[in-house]
């Protein structure tokens, strides 16, 4: 998942961002490389600091063949780069922190490595993320992304129902992207991925993130570590009974213990959601 350390202290810190930068060879290949960087603050603090890469399914399953219709994935520059869910006929929401000034939509899609004859490829006429988004603390990594053409709806494409309430603890839910699928090497899969997880309750996901989790945000996952999102997934769905419930947006490494997943809380969104969609 796309992680960032934290930083935490008090009258003298240090600030640990553990940066990734991803590069695509092309949509198969793709190369991580690490940096480190340390700095002292005098704030007393706790931030999470989300990677400009993607997330991936660590020890999932291969989805069967588009039960997933609403699955999108973002390219930039013809690079693999991020997930998204189709909510209409013209918009998808994604993660904010997988903005960048150009962005095309690929729909439809399973194998990646195929000509499936089910794909839609559609370039986004504009990114919208929440004004209330922090790069800093990762608090509403939420996007909506328009299309630059409505999306022609068939079997392999549909949409998903926003969440108009917010999942408890314990419910099952979905998580599905093309992200990297080791933890400790880079390989990215050709087929979608499928991860069912547990949503933990807000006490186990603040004793495993402490002052990092608000209140648009909600961990699922397993606290014994294991499996999980990674990169390649972030802005992917979480989907609960049908219905879309989260944003894949950030993580202490991936499938690490006592770090599970985070996401944006898709429920908080609603009525920002039909504002920007009604005014544009």
Same mark, same amino acid.
């Given at each position: 998942?796309?992680?960032?350390?934290?930083?935490?202290?008090?009258?003298?810190?240090?600030?640990?961002?553990?940066?990734?930068?991803?590069?695509?060879?092309?949509?198969?290949?793709?190369?991580?490389?690490?940096?480190?960087?340390?700095?002292?603050?005098?704030?007393?603090?706790?931030?999470?600091?989300?990677?400009?890469?993607?997330?991936? *399914?660590?020890? !999932?399953?291969?989805?069967?063949?588009?039960?997933?219709?609403?699955?999108?994935?973002?390219?930039?520059?013809?690079?693999?780069?991020?997930?998204?869910?189709?909510?209409?006929?013209?918009?998808?929401?994604?993660?904010?922190?997988?903005?960048?000034?150009?962005?095309?939509?690929?729909? !439809?899609?399973?194998?990646?490595?195929?000509?499936?004859?089910?794909?839609?490829?559609?370039?986004?006429?504009?990114? *919208?993320?929440?004004?209330?988004?922090?790069?800093?603390?990762?608090?509403?990594?939420?996007?909506? *992304?328009?299309?630059?053409?409505?999306?022609?709806f068939n079997e392999y494409i549909q949409p998903i129902q926003l969440a108009n309430s917010c999942a408890p603890a314990g419910s099952q839910c979905l998580v599905s992207g093309w992200g990297?699928?080791?933890?400790?090497?880079?390989?990215?899969?050709?087929?979608?991925?499928?991860?069912?997880?547990?949503?933990?309750?807000?006490?186990?996901?603040?004793?495993a993130y402490k002052n990092q989790i608000t209140s648009n945000m909600f961990c699922a996952g397993f606290m014994e570590g294991g499996r999980d999102s990674c990169q390649g997934d972030s802005?992917?769905?979480?989907?609960?009974?049908?219905?879309?419930? !989260?944003?894949?947006?950030?993580?202490?490494?991936?499938?690490?213990?006592?770090?599970?997943?985070?996401?944006?809380?898709?429920?908080?969104?609603?009525?920002?959601?039909?504002?920007?969609?009604?005014?544009?």
């Amino acid at each position: 998942m796309n992680f960032l350390c934290t930083r935490q202290g008090n009258i003298s810190a240090s600030l640990f961002l553990s940066l990734r930068f991803k590069s695509c060879l092309n949509s198969l290949i793709c190369t991580v490389a690490f940096h480190v960087l340390t700095v002292s603050t005098s704030a007393s603090v706790h931030m999470a600091f989300p990677l400009e890469d993607d997330d991936k *399914i660590i020890n !999932g399953y291969e989805c069967p063949r588009h039960s997933q219709p609403w699955q999108a994935f973002l390219t930039t520059n013809n690079k693999r780069w991020c997930g998204a869910a189709l909510i209409n006929e013209w918009w998808l929401v994604s993660a904010a922190h997988c903005y960048k000034p150009t962005l095309a939509v690929h729909l !439809g899609e399973h194998n990646l490595s195929e000509v499936e004859g089910s794909e839609q490829h559609i370039k986004v006429a504009k990114a *919208i993320k929440h004004p209330g988004y922090s790069p800093w603390t990762a608090d509403n990594d939420f996007m909506l *992304i328009k299309l630059q053409r409505p999306v022609q709806f068939n079997e392999y494409i549909q949409p998903i129902q926003l969440a108009n309430s917010c999942a408890p603890a314990g419910s099952q839910c979905l998580v599905s992207g093309w992200g990297n699928l080791k933890i400790s090497e880079v390989q990215y899969p050709d087929v979608l991925q499928c991860l069912q997880v547990p949503i933990l309750s807000d006490a186990t996901c603040r004793q495993a993130y402490k002052n990092q989790i608000t209140s648009n945000m909600f961990c699922a996952g397993f606290m014994e570590g294991g499996r999980d999102s990674c990169q390649g997934d972030s802005g992917g769905p979480l989907v609960c009974d049908g219905v879309l419930q !989260g944003v894949v947006s950030w993580g202490d490494e991936c499938a690490k213990a006592n770090a599970p997943g985070v996401y944006a809380k898709v429920c908080n969104y609603n009525a920002w959601v039909a504002e920007i969609i009604g005014k544009n």
